[in-house]
């Protein structure tokens, strides 16, 4: 789609199954720019195999054939847990042992994942996503795995794709604040809102009495954003959002004016964040934005949009 000045914005899909999928390119998303494996491993009495996995994902691939798909690995942990895991209970799950610290520390889970996504995605563009990332030495050593997926593969005889761009979730206050060295070993950054808004304001996502901190449009959150599209830019990564802010009309339009032009949302939104997004000139966007950053907190932010529409 196009601003009302002509600059183009990707609109991708987050999707978590088959039926997402078709229900995505039905509605002409750009791409998948979350696709949650998660819903391969809940809801089960034991991890799905390699081969299940793989099957699994080519169906979906085929529905984007053509088209880019951002496959993030096992994002458990936190408020979806995997019983059959054995997981230690934690005073805090969100805090714990959750997204890529899950991955790192099952490592024969972890490479029959990557086995199986490397193997769906041969003839595909598809793209890798860590989720959870808070230090450049969990990017390097999930990179690592990855690497040793392909050889084993390749000594298998076993076709995949290869290579494979791997990027990260930001959704950690650490990685926003440190995206500039995660750059290095990252081809590109999506910003995961609904972590980044938890992790920022210290109010747990779903909270029946802090729903009103939970909000991407809080200039903290804004901030954080700005500078990872500073960072992203520097390096000449590409930079977007999946989480649930993208489709969230007047916080899409203010991380538009910070320079975000890829937003992924669920299909059934993604008609009404053309027409919002095509009313506004870029410039008036990012006017928008500067004066939200100075907000004293969401509703403020949001208010300058509501002056502006």
Known sequence: ??????????????????????????????????????MLFLDRLEAPSEQEQAELLADIFAVFAGAPIVVRTLDAGGDKALPYLGLEA????????????LSLARPALFEAQLRAILVAARGHDVRIMVPMIATAAEIKAARSALERAHEALDAEGKPHLWPVPVGIMVEVPAAALTAEGLARHSDFFSIGTNDLTQYALAAERGHPKLHALADAAHPAV?????????????ASRPVSVCGEAAADPIAAALLVGLGIDKLSMGAAALGGAHDELARHSFTALSHAAEEALAADDADGARAVMARRA
């Open 222 to 234: 804004l901030r954080l954003v700005r500078a990872v599209v500073g960072a992203g830019r520097a």
């Open 90 to 101: 934690e005073a805090n799950p969100y805090l714990g042992v959750r997204g890529v610290r």
């Open 1 to 38: 789609m196009r601003l009302a000045c002509g600059r183009e914005i990707e609109l991708w899909a987050n999707v978590s199954g088959l039926g997402d999928a078709r229900a995505a390119r039905a509605a002409g998303a750009f791409g998948i720019g979350l696709l949650r494996t998660e």
